[in-house]
T-cell receptor
C-alpha cells in the first residue's frame, strides 16, 4: 500500500512569504502529526490532528498552523516566513490516536532566503 | 521542557562490530520507540517497547526498556554498511494540560566502515 506522501519535496521561499505543505496519510490512517527537523533542534513536535481535530500542539508561534480534512489529508501553513523556518518538515500518520507506531513521509525541505 | 538524551552522539565502527547506544530521560516513560533515519528520508520505526524490563528483537537489532523506565538501550549485532543512519529514541510525553505527544531524542549517528 502507498506510504505517507508529502508534497512538495523541496521548496524555496522568500522571507515574509507564506507556505502551505501537504501530507496524505496511509489509507485508513486517521491521525497525522507534523514535526520540524533542523540540525540544531532535532525533531520538534508541531501538532497532531485526529479526525479533523487538533489533538495537541507543540511550542511554536502562531505563524504555524495546520488542518486536517475529512479524508484525513493534512496541510500545514507557515505565514510570514523567517530564515529560521528553514527545515525539513515531516509528516507522520497512524491508525488512531494515541498510537505511537508512526509512519513518516520523506518530508518537505523548506529553504527560506 | 521535557527532553531525551542519547549517547553517544556519533559512532564510527568497523563492519561486523556490535553497536550499543542508549537513551535517557529525567522522567518516566511508558513506551519507548526506536527509529532510524537515512539521508533524504523520514524516520522508520524499528522497535517499540511497552513494559519495563522488556527485551525485543528485530533481526540483528535488540532493544530494552530500562527497569527504571527512564532509559532504553539499542544494540545492533554484526553491523553492515546498510546500518548507516541516525538512530532516534522517542516516547510519548504526557503533560497536565495537553494530550500526549511523541518527543524525540537528538539521535546517534552511526557510520560503518567497510
Amino acid at each position: 500500500k502507498a506510504g505517507v506522501t508529502q508534497t512538495p519535496r523541496y521548496l524555496i521561499k522568500t522571507r515574509g512569504q507564506q507556505v502551505t505543505l501537504s501530507c496524505s496519510p496511509i489509507s485508513g490512517h486517521r491521525s497525522v502529526s507534523w514535526y520540524q527537523q533542523t540540525p540544531g533542534q532535532g525533531l520538534q513536535f508541531l501538532f497532531e490532528y485526529f479526525s479533523e481535530t487538533q489533538r495537541n500542539k507543540g511550542n511554536f508561534p502562531g505563524r504555524f498552523s495546520g488542518r486536517q480534512f475529512s479524508n484525513s489529508r493534512s496541510e500545514m501553513n507557515v505565514s510570514t516566513l523567517e530564515l529560521g523556518d528553514s527545515a525539513l518538515y515531516l509528516c507522520a500518520s497512524s491508525l488512531t490516536a494515541p498510537n505511537y507506531g508512526y509512519t513518516f513521509g520523506s518530508g518537505t525541505r523548506l529553504t527560506v532566503v | 521542557g521535557q527532553q531525551l538524551n542519547q549517547s553517544p552522539q556519533s559512532m564510527f565502527i568497523q563492519e561486523g562490530e556490535d553497536v550499543s547506544m542508549n537513551c535517557t530521560s529525567s522522567s518516566i516513560f511508558n513506551t519507548w520507540l526506536w527509529y532510524k533515519q537515512e539521508p533524504g528520508e523520514g524516520p522508520v520505526l524499528l522497535i517499540a517497547l511497552y513494559k519495563a524490563g522488556e527485551l525485543t528483537s528485530n533481526g540483528r537489532l535488540t532493544a530494552q526498556f530500562g527497569i527504571t523506565r527512564k532509559d532504553s538501550f539499542l544494540n545492533i549485532s554484526a553491523s553492515i554498511p546498510s546500518d548507516v543512519g541516525i538512530y532516534f529514541c522517542a516516547g510519548p510525553f504526557f503533560s497536565e494540560t495537553s494530550y500526549d505527544k511523541v518527543i524525540f531524542g537528538p539521535g546517534t549517528s552511526l557510520s560503518v566502515i567497510p
